[in-house]
């Protein structure tokens, strides 16, 4: 697990174009995954405005990405996804903690997410790590996806 800056801008742009469809149905829409989205991401978590880690392979290259956006503007807003090979392995729950402690460290009242209603992986996950659901949620349909959050000093 390591902190992305802007540095790590081509290894991150790299493991949005290598994700498969079936990661990137639940994954992209929402989150900073064009080219210039993801410069705007790295250049706020090596701010301080965003957190940023990645899920790095011993040769260097992103396998996992987590981030929290709008941490100060907020609410923050949550987002993960892990190459499809590696799904079920305890990584994206290795992930989540790094993130989740960074929130916890910053005192961060709330972090919120939306999650498509049929990604029982998912909300299961997240539900592991304290996020309730708060209602429905706008996703790539309407009323497709719940809003979930959770509250500072939930599990980690
Ligand atoms: C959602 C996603 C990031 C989860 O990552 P993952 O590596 O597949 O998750 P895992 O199955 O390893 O993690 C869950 C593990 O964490 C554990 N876990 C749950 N809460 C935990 C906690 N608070 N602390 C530690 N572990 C926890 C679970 O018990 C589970 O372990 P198990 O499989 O032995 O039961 C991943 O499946 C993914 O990228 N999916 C596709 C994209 C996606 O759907 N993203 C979310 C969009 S909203």
Request: glycine share 12%; proline share 4%.
């Amino acid at each position: 697990m390591s902190p992305l800056l802007l540095g790590d801008l081509a290894r991150l742009e790299a493991f949005y174009e290598r994700l498969t469809p079936a990661v990137a149905e639940h994954f992209v829409a929402d989150g900073p995954t064009d080219s210039s989205r993801l410069a705007d991401h790295l250049a706020s978590a090596t701010d301080g405005e965003a957190i940023s880690y990645g899920l790095i392979s011993s040769d260097g290259l992103v396998l996992g990405h987590a981030f929290v956006e709008r941490l100060w503007d907020g609410p923050p807003t949550l987002g993960i996804g892990i190459e499809e090979h590696l799904i079920g392995r305890g990584l994206g729950a290795k992930l989540m903690q790094a993130t989740l402690a960074d929130c916890d460290a910053l005192s961060l009242p709330v972090v919120t997410l939306t999650v498509v209603k049929t990604n029982l992986r998912a909300r299961s996950f997240y539900q592991g790590f304290g996020f309730v659901s708060r209602g429905e949620a706008d996703f790539r349909r309407p009323g497709d996806s719940l809003a979930m959050e959770r509250r500072l000093g939930g599990r980690a």
